[in-house]
């Protein structure tokens, strides 16, 4: 299996610019996570899909950003409009429930600049 | 509420040195324990596991005892090598059926030959 896959892996945009990150959930599994990682506030959960229906979005920042998961194997991650302080690496995870397991698997993250 | 309190980082070692990496929690119930590892440039990946009181997870030489009783999940290893240098993420998972993780705050290893 590949994994799961995000694009683009680096991103580097001017304040007030869309901004749009993708992921690619493992084949089977049914949970995806979106996270950001700072140096000031670590690994924080923005939002999470079971079935690609949005469970717990308490971590979405504000308004700016959104998410969506249009079918099992495609999410995106929107910001709009960028700020500099949402400069961060952006990690997409999945999991499979039925194994009992929960272990979450991550992508190699987009680590997002913005100027 | 939930969390995952780790020890503040860095942590510098000679190779060949032991390693503990603390962690405590607050949780309701009997939640599951999980030792994550990020090394540089990638994605946090699975360790080590436990999901019962008093199970010890192991993996690559690293161990973790889920001690209900001190609510700790300290990661030990007895020899590290400079290939272990990475962050380190304790997280937890509560028993309720909800499959988000709660992650600690991380702790960076670096073993110097």
């Known amino acids: 299996d590949a994994g799961v896959i995000q694009s683009p892996r680096h991103e580097v945009t001017e304040m007030g610019q869309e901004v749009t990150l993708r992921c690619k959930p493992i084949?089977?599994?049914?949970?995806l996570f979106w996270y950001r990682q700072t140096m000031m506030r670590g690994l924080e959960l923005l939002i999470y899909?079971?079935?690609?229906?949005?469970?717990?979005d308490s971590g979405m920042p504000e308004d700016r950003f959104s998410a969506k998961m249009p079918n099992a194997s495609f999410s995106t991650l929107k910001i709009q409009p960028s700020e500099p302080r949402d400069s961060a690496v952006y990690f997409c995870?999945?999991?499979?429930?039925?194994?009992?397991?929960?272990?979450?698997?991550f992508g190699p993250g987009t680590r997002l600049t913005v100027t | 509420g939930n969390s995952v309190t780790q020890m503040e980082g860095p942590v510098t070692l000679s190779e060949e040195a032991f390693l503990t990496i603390n962690c405590t929690y607050t949780a309701t119930g009997y939640p599951s324990l999980f030792w994550y590892v990020q090394y540089p440039g990638e994605g946090l990946q699975l360790l080590l596991k436990a999901t019962k009181a008093d199970d010890k997870g192991s993996n690559k030489g690293f161990e973790a005892t889920y001690r209900k009783e001190t609510t700790s999940f300290h990661l030990e290893k007895g020899s590290v090598q400079v290939s272990d240098s990475a962050v380190y993420f304790c997280a937890l998972r509560l028993q309720t059926g909800a499959n988000n993780l709660f992650f600690g705050t991380g702790t960076r290893l670096t073993v110097i030959p």
């Open positions: 084949s089977g599994h049914d949970y």
């Open positions: 995870a999945s999991s499979f429930m039925g194994t009992g397991s929960y272990e979450q698997y």
């Open positions: 899909f079971n079935n690609n229906v949005p469970i717990d």
